[in-house]
């Protein structure tokens, strides 16, 4: 394994590092953004309709009146997939502020409780036409 691993540092050493891509400054301010898919437990089911609401307004506009920087949106799919039934799109200018939201919704029945957290999808919208100096496809 010695061997190897010297082997591939003298051949990183003859022929250099491959050459850096850099990206281009993005077009417009960065905004990232984050998909969050969730797929809510028999716990949420069993509140009725009255009590999901108080319980968003007593725990989850708490904390985003505390990151006003971060927007949440909540996307109902469960009448078209049965692995997840909600989307929630974050958008945020810093990660660390999406982070520390991230951070006080775990302290809450929401993570784990109410919801299972399927997968975070975090992105940034037409980051390929900005690297590559490009106009964006499908804008008029």
């Known amino acids: 394994m010695r061997h190897f691993f010297i082997a591939c540092v003298s051949a990183i050493a003859l022929l250099g590092s491959p050459p850096a891509v850099a990206a281009a400054e993005p ?3 960065v905004t990232f953004t ?3 898919q ?8 069993a509140l ?6 108080a319980f968003l307004g007593e725990a989850i506009e708490p904390i985003l ?6 927007r949440m949106r909540f996307f109902d799919t469960e009448f078209y997939n049965a692995e997840v039934t909600d989307v929630i799109v974050w958008e ?3 990660l660390g502020d999406y982070q520390a939201v991230v951070e006080e919704l775990r302290e809450t029945p929401f993570w784990g409780v109410y919801f299972d957290v399927v997968s ?6 037409n980051a390929y036409a900005d690297a590559y100096d490009q106009p964006v496809v499908g804008r008029q």
């Open 120 to 125: 975070i999808l975090p992105g940034v919208e």
């Open 34 to 36: 984050i998909f969050m």
């Open 65 to 70: 009146a505390r990151h006003p920087s971060v």
């Open 27 to 29: 077009s417009e301010a």
């Open 38 to 45: 969730v797929k809510t437990t028999s716990a949420w089911l």
């Open 48 to 53: 009725s309709p009255e009590q999901r609401f």
């Open 92 to 94: 945020a200018q810093r």
